[in-house]
């Protein structure tokens, strides 16, 4: 009997439909993506991880550090006039980067000294010196030449009525010449308290006078003191050991219960409500669905374990919190002291230092540690996301102010 042709060619038709049919039902259940030549290519060229299941783990190479593109010695020299200008440092580091960088900028327009700021908790009472988190020799050093610093407010300034002024996150030079400094002439002494009326932290269009300034400060001054750099450093060496299948590297990832919940991440049954951020079983299903495999180990912003953590764990069982890797000797100073100001510096430079970064809350916490990631040729800055499907690499979610270059950072460094 004669074989119809048409009937060969839908068999084929049909046999093929199947077999695509069962490799989409297989790519959904999280499954890694394949990844084509060309997403090969831009994932390397962004220095990111590409992963195949069953396959080891690629971790790409950082960066190069950037060099800073700014000149201390350029900077005109400091005519010293009458006049302090105090302040405090609020909210946890990725503030305290912005808030010293703004008093920094005022003092030096306005040629006064600077005193050393306190350091305030969330709690009434709760004060710390500067010393006690950052290194004051460091500090004072790198802005020498750039802005007089003393250690205390003296004491004749201390019964005078300090002028408090607001200032604008990023000030500019030209609100300091009209808001700030006709105070200061009057009052000669002017404390500061910075306001945040945006938390991004990208590039403005033209270069100004302050900038020099500013990015002198934002990535020269501050760096945790001796004990507090030891813990940091201890922790990742722990985070280290405990990633032998990926070559000692990790992924960090800002994920904060109390922020979560304020910002309704929590609601719907896991459900996304807010673009703002994202929650465990979200950042769980977001890195599954771009290559990271169970192995891979995790660490999160989160101090001590919460139950909500449960659904991320399931995606990665090593995942860790600070309570499970700190040393021991330093859990009563670093986690149970009665304040957050040390875990959240802890969580800031172990975000810089990580392999992989993954801010699932938008802010300033996110924008800071980008540009010191930036600044150290650590590109890896991934921005979660829901994945219809899974044909997406991790190339595709690489934060903007990366793939864009539109971070401040950038105009720093070269």
């Not at 695509?20 to 499954?31: P, Q, S, T, Y």
């Not at 350029?74 to 302090?84: N, P, R, T």
């Not at 996301?385 to 720093?412: L, W």
């Amino acid at each position: 009997m004669a074989i119809d042709p048409r009937q060969v060619l839908a068999g084929v038709l049909t046999v093929t439909m199947f077999v695509m049919l069962g490799h989409m039902i297989k790519r959904e259940h999280f499954d890694s993506v394949q990844p084509t030549v060309h997403e090969t290519r831009r994932a390397s060229e962004h220095g990111l991880v590409s992963a195949t299941k069953g396959s080891d783990r690629t971790w790409k190479k950082d960066g190069l550090t950037l060099k800073p593109c700014w000149n201390k010695q350029m900077l005109e020299d400091v005519v010293e006039v009458q006049g302090y200008v105090t302040f405090s440092l609020t909210n946890g580091p990725e503030y305290h980067v912005s808030q010293i960088t703004d008093a920094v900028v005022v003092a030096r327009h306005l040629r006064a000294t600077l005193v050393l700021p306190d350091i305030r908790g969330s709690k009434p009472g709760d004060k710390r010196n500067f010393e006690d988190i950052y290194d004051v020799g460091k500090f004072i050093t790198s802005l020498d030449g750039v802005v007089k610093v003393v250690k205390t407010q003296p004491s004749d300034v201390l019964s005078l009525n300090l002028a408090v002024v607001r200032v604008p996150n990023r000030v500019t030079e030209n609100h300091i010449a009209e808001n700030i400094e006709p105070i200061f002439r009057t009052k000669g002494n002017l404390r500061l308290v910075t306001y945040f009326p945006s938390v991004n932290m990208k590039k403005k269009g033209e270069k100004t006078k302050t900038d020099s300034t500013a990015c002198l400060v934002m990535f020269s001054t501050l760096e945790p003191q001796t004990e507090v750099l030891e813990v940091v450093n201890s922790m990742i060496d722990r985070l280290r050991t405990l990633s032998r299948k990926s070559n000692g590297q990790f992924v960090a990832v800002d994920l904060r219960v109390n922020i979560l919940e304020k910002n309704s991440c929590h609601k719907n049954g896991g459900a996304l409500v807010s673009k703002s951020c994202y929650n465990p079983q979200e950042v769980g299903l977001f890195l599954r669905k771009i290559g990271f495999n169970k192995d891979t180990t995790v660490y999160v912003t989160q101090s001590r374990w919460d139950s909500s953590l449960d659904a991320l764990k399931e995606f990665f069982p090593k995942t860790y919190t600070k309570e499970a890797i700190m040393p021991m000797d330093k859990k009563d100073k670093f986690l149970n002291s009665g304040t957050s100001e040390f875990e959240k510096v802890i969580d800031f430079y172990i975000s810089s230092e990580s392999d992989i970064f993954v801010p699932a809350i938008s802010g300033l916490f996110y924008a800071n540690v980008a540009g010191k990631r930036i600044a150290s040729g650590r590109n890896q800055i991934l921005v979660p996301a829901n994945i219809p499907g899974s044909s997406a690499t991790s190339a595709d979610f690489i934060s903007h102010y990366v793939s864009k270059k539109n971070h401040f950072a950038y105009s720093c460094f070269c």
